[in-house]
Structures are given as C-alpha cells and as structure tokens.
C-alpha cells in the first residue's frame, strides 16, 4: 500500500495558463475523488469517479475545469485560462466502495496551485 | 444538505492538558458515516476514524477518544494529555451512504496548538 500520490506537490502559474495535476490513487480502489480546500476552510468536493466514469461534478467545478480517469487507474485534473481565484489546495482521495460496504477514504498530499 | 459545524475555530493547549474538539453534523440520510481528520502543516489528511450512524459506542484509541451522541448530532473528539506533536487542524466530516452520497461533507477544522 503505497497511499494515494500527488504531483506535483507546488504550482505556481500565471493567470490565463492552463495547468494540469496528476492523482495516483490506491491500486485497489475503485472511487477517485477531488476536493479542493482554501485557506482557513475544510476541502470542498469537486469532482468523484468510479472506475473511468465520472459520476458528479459539483457546482464548483466551473467550465473551465475537466478531469479525466481513463482505464479506472490515474486521475488528472485540469483548469484552462487560470485566475487568481484559483489558488487553493487540491486535493485526491481515493477509496474501495462495494455496495453499502464501509467507506473509507485515504488522502494524497495535495498538489498546491498558486496564480500569480 | 449535509452540513458540519466546528465551532471551535483555533483552541491553545499547554502540553498534558485534555483537549475536546467539538462537532456537530445535519444530515436527513439514516445511514451516513463520521470521521475526523488531522491535517498537519505538510497538508496530508490523515484519517483518525470512521463511525457509521448505527454505532452509537464511544470509542478509545491510546489518548484518543471519541463521543458520538445521536440525540444531539454531535461527535466530539478528545486528546487526553496532549502533545506537542497533536498539532495540527482538526476536521470533522460527513458522508452518506449508497451511490453518489459517499462523499465527504468537512467542516471547516479546528486549529489546535499544543504549547510545550
């Protein structure tokens, strides 16, 4: 059990590139979740998969947001066209769901996007 | 909606010293789960523990221990005999149970600052 892993862990960028993050979540776990957390706040749920299929989008992930889990493995996330509102720490979680078993989620470090 | 109040925003301890941190959840799913996190400064959520809505005993784990009160929603989170090393941002979390609703609803943490 090597944990749920994020890359990169620090992003600086400027306003208007787009960037792209990386979650590798526990071999075995068939739900991938984004969250994104703000200074001072909780995480925020974004965006789950299970397998390859993306089932819920929260409000919060506007247009310009899109993530991707192809072969049910990685995951990435992407933003287009950055801003400054941006900034925050996203962060990937990982976890077995099976039926109304127990549900458990595991953490990655977080990858933290600042736009300059 | 899911909703998780830490009201508690920043607590300060000396070391030794017990420490409760509060929670309190809504919710109008039956079956749902509560956890609680610890987030240190490297940004990593660490899991602390899970209870689903049907298992109302408290529970200890070294000087951890944790109060679940259904009749008034609330589960609280004490350290006995602190440690430095305790500090970090505390989350309580929500989640229901079946399909989409297993995701993780977060208050927005308590800071606890363990002084030597």
């Known amino acids: 059990d090597t944990g749920v892993s994020q890359d990169p862990r620090h992003k600086i960028t400027k306003r208007g590139q787009n960037v792209t993050f990386r979650c590798d979540p526990i071999?075995?776990?068939?739900?991938l979740y984004w969250y994104r957390q703000t200074l001072g706040q909780g995480p925020e749920f974004l965006t789950y998969?299970?397998?390859?299929?993306?089932?819920?989008k929260s409000r919060l992930l506007s247009d310009r947001f899109s993530a991707e889990r192809p072969k049910g493995s990685f995951s990435t996330l992407e933003i287009q066209r950055t801003e400054q509102g941006d900034s925050a720490m996203y962060l990937c979680?990982?976890?077995?769901?099976?039926?109304?078993?127990?549900?458990?989620?595991?953490f990655g470090q977080g990858t933290r996007l600042t736009v300059v | 909606a899911q909703k998780v109040t830490q009201a508690q925003t920043e607590i300060s301890v000396v070391e030794k010293e017990d420490v409760t941190l509060d929670c309190v959840y809504e919710?109008?799913?039956?079956?749902?789960?509560l956890f609680w996190y610890k987030q240190p400064p490297s940004g990593e959520l660490v899991f602390l523990i899970r209870?689903?809505?049907?298992?109302?005993q408290n529970e200890i784990s070294g000087r951890y221990s944790w109060n679940f009160q259904k009749s008034t929603s609330s589960f609280n989170f004490t350290i006995t005999a602190s440690q430095v090393v305790d500090s970090a941002v505390y989350f309580c979390?929500?989640?229901?149970?079946?399909?989409?609703?297993?995701?993780?609803?977060f208050g927005k943490g308590t800071l606890l600052t363990v002084n030597p």
């Open positions: 209870r689903n809505s049907f298992d109302e």
């Open positions: 998969f299970q397998n390859e299929a993306q089932l819920e």
């Open positions: 071999s075995e776990h068939n739900r």
């Open positions: 979390a929500l989640s229901g149970s079946g399909g989409s609703n297993y995701k993780l609803t």
């Open positions: 919710t109008r799913d039956t079956t749902y789960y």
């Open positions: 979680a990982s976890s077995l769901v099976k039926g109304k078993g127990v549900f458990k989620a595991f």
